[in-house]
Structure formats: structure tokens, C-alpha cells
């Protein structure tokens, strides 16, 4: 029988259009080129100028994109279709548009939803995101395909948003392979997050996490931090780090 090599997923907070954002995207370029990943979902992207770059240099044929809420995802697998949900649970403390994206992808035999999000980001509106999470979870449930989650939750592991995509099913990668590190996504030592007026502690905010029906057929190999280097100059692909994991196909 023929296998597919594993199947690489990236997800990253690429900061829009802040800081040096021309030599962030050069940075964030680069480790692109050096993890190729098969299937990449990014947040706060609002126009298409960057995926644009990044489907030219690493060739993704297929793209589903939300520029309303600074959502993209690219894949190298054919996409079956690609659906875009606005959240009902409106945060009464921001004014940011929140939605999720799912991209229904054929990964050999198997049919998959690649999910997209970004939830609200204020500390003190854990209710909101719990509230975007459920949401979500009951759509992608509806949808039928086992899914992956991927994106920037702005809340802890321990968090009740994430514990309800747990108790749903959804194991948490980083955690799988990682359970005795903190694995931080949001890091005060990158100068870019010193720079901003509001200051969150260490955490970490950005996941991937798999449905375990699909984990039991494709296990995964590995997930680790990615985006989280400065280059040469001490320039940093954004204020976030991403995540990147390898699943067997």
C-alpha cells in the first residue's frame, strides 16, 4: 500500500501590517521555506498581499480566506470546499470581527476540515471566547468530517474554552508531545510583544489540535514552536510564535 509522506500544518498570528512588517514577512519567508508545510493557517491577514507571497514561493495551489477577519489557510491538498461563519457571541468589550473558516480538504483518502479561528483577545473576556469556542465546536460537528483546529485562542490550555474542545475530542499537539512545557506563544522576551501598550503575561495561545477519531487513523510525529527566531538583525516573523506538526498520512 502506498502512504503519503506525513502531512506538515502550520498556524501562525502573522501581526497584519505592524511593526517591520517587510522585513517580518522576509523572516517568516524564510522558515516557511525551511518547514514547507503542506497546509499553513494564518491570522490577522486582512488583505492578500502576503499569501499572495507565500503561494507563489511555496507553491499552494488552493487558498480559503475571511480578509474581514484576518483569516487565510493554504493547503498543497485539493480543497472540496471552503465555508466562512461570523461568531453570534459578540465580545461587548471589542469591536474586532470574529469568525472561523473551515476548508474541506482531500488528504489522500481521507476528507478533512481544516479549521480556522481567532477569538476575542482581552484577558478578562474568557465568557466571549468560551461562548466562540461552543459555537464552533457544534458547526464543526455538523459538518461531519473530522476536523483540525488551528489558530490563535488567546487563552491558556487550562482555560474553560479550551477545556470544552478537549472534553469535545480535540487533543491538543503541542500538549501531546510537550506535557511538561510551557511551550509559550505569547513571550515577553520577543521585543515585539514588549512594545505594546497592554501587558499579558507568558502564555500560550496558539494551537493545533486534532479530533481523536483521526488521530487513532493518523497519528502525529511531532509539534514544536515554529516562528520563533529573530534573524540576524533580532527580527522576529511576528509577535506571535506559531505551531507546526507533522501527521502521519
Given at each position: 500500500?502506498?502512504?503519503?509522506?506525513?502531512?506538515?500544518?502550520?498556524?501562525?498570528?502573522?501581526?497584519?501590517?505592524?511593526?517591520?512588517?517587510?522585513?517580518?514577512?522576509?523572516?517568516?519567508?524564510?522558515e516557511l521555506e525551511l518547514l514547507n508545510p503542506d497546509v499553513l493557517c494564518l491570522q490577522e491577514v486582512f488583505?492578500?498581499?502576503?499569501?499572495?507571497?507565500?503561494?507563489?514561493?511555496?507553491?499552494?495551489?488552493?487558498?480559503?480566506?475571511?480578509?474581514?477577519?484576518?483569516?487565510?489557510?493554504?493547503?498543497?491538498?485539493?480543497?472540496?470546499?471552503?465555508?466562512?461563519?461570523?461568531?453570534?457571541?459578540?465580545?461587548?468589550?471589542?469591536?474586532?470581527?470574529?469568525?472561523f473558516t473551515v476548508a474541506t480538504l482531500e488528504v489522500g483518502k481521507e476528507?478533512?476540515?481544516?479549521?480556522?479561528?481567532?477569538?476575542?483577545?482581552?484577558?478578562?473576556?474568557?465568557?466571549?471566547?468560551?461562548?466562540?469556542?461552543?459555537?464552533?465546536?457544534?458547526?464543526?460537528?455538523?459538518?461531519?468530517?473530522?476536523?483540525?483546529?488551528?489558530?490563535?485562542?488567546?487563552?491558556?490550555?487550562?482555560?474553560?474554552?479550551?477545556?470544552?474542545?478537549?472534553?469535545?475530542?480535540?487533543?491538543?499537539?503541542?500538549?501531546?508531545?510537550?506535557?511538561?512545557?510551557?511551550?509559550?506563544?505569547?513571550?515577553?522576551?520577543?521585543?515585539?510583544?514588549?512594545?505594546?501598550?497592554?501587558?499579558?503575561?507568558?502564555?500560550?495561545?496558539?494551537?493545533?489540535?486534532?479530533?481523536?477519531?483521526?488521530?487513532?487513523?493518523?497519528?502525529?510525529?511531532?509539534?514544536?514552536?515554529?516562528?520563533?527566531?529573530?534573524?540576524?538583525?533580532?527580527?522576529?516573523?511576528?509577535?506571535?510564535?506559531?505551531?507546526?506538526?507533522?501527521?502521519?498520512?
Open positions: 500500500m502506498y502512504n503519503l509522506p506525513p502531512m506538515k500544518i502550520a498556524s501562525l498570528n502573522t501581526w497584519g501590517h505592524d511593526g517591520p512588517y517587510t522585513e517580518r514577512w522576509e523572516v517568516l519567508l524564510e488583505e492578500p498581499t502576503l499569501p499572495e507571497r507565500i503561494q507563489k514561493k511555496l507553491n499552494f495551489p488552493c487558498a480559503a480566506a475571511s480578509y474581514e477577519a484576518g483569516l487565510v489557510s493554504l493547503s498543497r491538498f485539493p480543497m472540496l470546499g471552503q465555508k466562512n461563519f461570523k461568531y453570534e457571541t459578540i465580545s461587548p468589550i471589542e469591536i474586532y470581527d470574529r469568525r476528507i478533512l476540515n481544516v479549521v480556522n479561528t481567532h477569538l476575542a483577545w482581552k484577558p478578562e473576556d474568557e465568557s466571549t471566547r468560551h461562548g466562540q469556542v461552543r459555537e464552533l465546536l457544534r458547526v464543526v460537528s455538523e459538518e461531519g468530517s473530522p476536523a483540525i483546529l488551528a489558530g490563535d485562542f488567546n487563552d491558556v490550555p487550562e482555560s474553560a474554552p479550551l477545556v470544552e474542545a478537549k472534553q469535545a475530542g480535540y487533543c491538543d499537539l503541542y500538549a501531546l508531545f510537550h506535557p511538561n512545557e510551557r511551550g509559550l506563544t505569547w513571550d515577553n522576551r520577543n521585543p515585539f510583544v514588549q512594545g505594546h501598550n497592554v501587558k499579558l503575561p507568558d502564555r500560550r495561545i496558539d494551537f493545533l489540535m486534532i479530533r481523536e477519531t483521526l488521530l487513532a487513523r493518523h497519528p502525529p510525529l511531532s509539534c514544536e514552536l515554529a516562528f520563533s527566531r529573530p534573524n540576524r538583525r533580532g527580527i522576529y516573523p511576528s509577535d506571535h510564535y506559531g505551531v507546526f506538526a507533522e501527521i502521519e498520512f
